[in-house]
């Protein structure tokens, strides 16, 4: 395969009626893709998917941040159309058990969300977002890393806390997808053996409170970078504004060719084998 895109949810609503074309059209590109998990019914479902074809198509599983509480996240929140989470309690027993199939590659998507919410309910992702790594250190599987930060509280980090948890837990491995850190936050994963990843993001008109994506990519070495499209969020250009599928990460890579000053190739080979590392696909 030329292009992974490490990070899709073709398992989510957004792709009920055409799941199927649109990971056969990614397939038919050569571009191999990982669904992933936000609760427990659609990281079975993740699985599901993964086993409808021979090659390809995996899944990771977990419960992300935002889906501990009882919520409604707007389209503004959320870069696509928006939804309620149910407010669903992680039962450990039953993503082992998902955990056991080989085409499960990985534990997520968690982490740490402080977009919204109050400190009782951090606290409460901190403790949720332990257990992952747990689960991460006893079966050897990769740790995918949702992070995002409050736009009006500049003092809390969830890049940095989520670090501090890590390493609570050495030998642990994984990736922070989508990543919108700083340098300072890249280094960190970095300097733990984890890998960032960047999405679409990367590729819109830079404006204030925007990471500068420019010289994230150019201090992070090739060798731990990785990409994703987070689909059906976060449609790279010229695709902004629509559904992101999973074919659409080769726009993430030219953009990453193009700040390093690289050839595409290059870069898509490099990726492709950082995600074959870290997998253990
Ligand atoms: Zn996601």
Not at 67 to 95: M, P, R
Not at 230 to 237: E, F, I, K, Q, R
Request: with cysteine; hydrophobic share 35%; glycine share 8%.
């Amino acid at each position: 395969m030329k292009y992974i895109d490490i990070h899709a949810h073709v398992n989510f609503k957004a792709f009920k009626e055409d799941g199927d074309e649109v990971i056969r059209r990614a397939l038919d590109n050569d571009t191999w893709l990982v669904n992933v998990g936000s609760q427990y019914s659609t990281s079975k479902r993740a699985v599901e998917i993964a086993h409808e074809y021979e090659e390809g198509v995996f899944a990771i599983v977990g419960l992300h941040p935002i889906h501990l509480e009882e919520a409604y996240h707007d389209d503004e929140e959320i870069g696509g159309e928006g939804f309620s989470t149910h407010g669903e309690i992680f039962k450990k027993e039953d993503y082992l058990e998902l955990l056991k199939d080989p085409k499960v590659v990985g534990i997520g998507e968690c982490g740490l969300d402080y977009y919204h919410g109050s400190r009782e309910i951090f606290e409460k992702q901190k403790i949720i977002f332990r257990e992952h790594v747990a689960l991460s250190k006893e079966t050897g599987k990769a740790l995918m890393i949702h992070a995002r930060n409050s736009p009006e509280n500049k003092e809390m980090n969830a890049y940095q806390d989520i670090l501090e948890i890590v390493k609570e837990f050495p030998g642990v491995k994984g990736v922070s997808h989508c990543f919108g850190g700083s340098v300072r936050d890249m280094q960190g994963f970095i300097d733990l053996g984890f890998y960032v990843s960047f999405s679409g993001n990367i590729t819109y008109k830079w404006k204030i409170g925007f990471p500068n994506y420019e010289e994230i990519i150019k201090a992070t070495p090739l060798d731990k970078i990785l990409n994703d499209t987070d689909s059906p969020y976060l449609a790279p250009v010229p695709y902004r504004g629509k559904r992101n599928e999973p074919v659409y990460v080769r726009e993430i890579v030219k953009k990453i060719a193009e700040i390093k000053g690289l050839p595409e190739s290059e870069v898509a080979e490099a990726i492709v084998a950082n995600a074959k590392r870290l997998f253990g696909i």
